[in-house]
């Protein structure tokens, strides 16, 4: 019994370190672009399809480039070319973390299925619910998340 205790911790202490660490880059610094663990951004959605057919639509491996320190996957080689040509005019909002969360001072995930366009930009949420309290202050979530983004650079983020 003593073994599994001590695997159970050692499996939490690890899993615990390895989020913390999701969030910065390898000198510490904080992560622009929420990536998963292969470095693919928004969970391998297509960030132009939101533009295009306003849909989520997943990417496509053959379509892939990269920016920003991740791995950008597209539906076809008409968004990928429009990604690489002017990638701030497609990528989400706060690197596509939750837009809640960055208005509130720390990041989690964003989901790729709980997204709004807003003057032009991307913002995603942790998920539909979390997508509605956002809107409930939109206008005030926005700025107070540019505030905060801007802040994180000198102050990496919790990452919940």
């Known amino acids: 019994m003593r ?10 202490v690890f899993i615990g370190i390895s989020v913390a660490l999701a969030s910065c880059s390898k000198d510490g610094s904080f992560a622009k672009v929420s990536a998963d663990k292969s470095g ?21 491996k ?10 950008w996957l597209f539906a076809n080689a008409e ?26 001072g720390y990041t ?8 709004k366009i807003v003057d032009g930009k991307l913002y995603l949420n942790y998920n539909p619910e979390v ?3 956002w809107e409930e ?6 700025e107070k998340g540019k505030q905060n983004w801007a802040g994180f650079e000198t102050k990496p983020p919790e990452h919940k």
């Open 131 to 133: 997508k509605t309290m």
């Open 3 to 12: 073994f599994c205790n001590r695997t159970f911790l050692f499996l939490v």
């Open 40 to 60: 693919v951004a928004i969970q391998g959605f297509d960030a132009v399809a939101y533009f295009a057919v306003e849909n989520a639509v997943a990417g496509n």
């Open 137 to 142: 202050h939109q206008t005030g979530n926005i």
């Open 108 to 115: 989690a995930d964003g989901d790729p299925n709980a997204w």
């Open 62 to 71: 053959n379509y892939e480039y990269a920016w920003n320190g991740a791995k």
């Open 79 to 104: 968004n990928l070319e429009k990604f690489r040509q002017n990638p701030e005019a497609y990528a989400p909002q706060f690197g596509g973390y939750c837009s809640y969360a960055v208005s509130k």
